[in-house]
């Protein structure tokens, strides 16, 4: 176990291991609700990143979900509720509490250390948008993306259109979100250029874990991991 200098900060909605030294696994905990963000989660994993980029003895950090989910956005049932309503949409549930975006992670920029999604199954919406803001993302053979709340007539504003945009291009980003498209993790990586490999889901850790570990072997050249 790596001897951190900050106290780790307590988590109920994430878990947080160190699957390697100077690696952070941040896992988002929620697999019953396919790892959809509540306003604690949002919260708890902002803490965590806030803490991962001050802890001098960590380097990179991977992000991936339990269960069958990487993450499936916001509860958007919530919002058309609120909506059907006229409330006063909650910000947590859709637009997001922070400078950092949805998640504390879509438009997190100011990071000096790596971000490596390892998306285990589906990353919708703000999932989505997540995973277009990670430095690296390997993708098991079983995940899939999608803009799903476009069919609602709802849209994430949290970074991923713009990302999306300047990876794939113009025509390809209006076909994924005005289509609500179910991108598949082969064509992410074969046609939308947003995953680094595809890999099978019982060897994704492994292979998140060796690029973590070529990242961190070069680190010492300009750190003092």
Known sequence: MTDFSLPIPPTSTIALSFPEKHVLLLTFNRPKALNVLTQTMEEE???????FEKEPSLGVVIVTGAGPAFCAGGDIKAVLRQINVGAELVGSLFYGTTANGFGALSRRSKTTKPIIAAVNGLAFGGGMEIVLNCDIVIASEKATFGAVETSKGLVGIHGGIPR??????????SEAYLMSRIIS?????????????????????????????????????????
């Open 45 to 51: 994993i902002g803490r965590a990143m806030d803490w």
């Open 185 to 225: 993790a082969q064509e992410a990586y074969e046609r939308f250029h947003f995953v680094n490999r595809v890999v099978p889901l019982p060897n994704l850790l492994n292979e998140v874990l060796e690029t973590a570990r070529v990242i961190i072997e070069r680190l010492p050249r300009r750190s003092k991991l």
């Open 164 to 173: 999306l945009s300047r990876i794939a291009g113009h025509q390809l980003a």
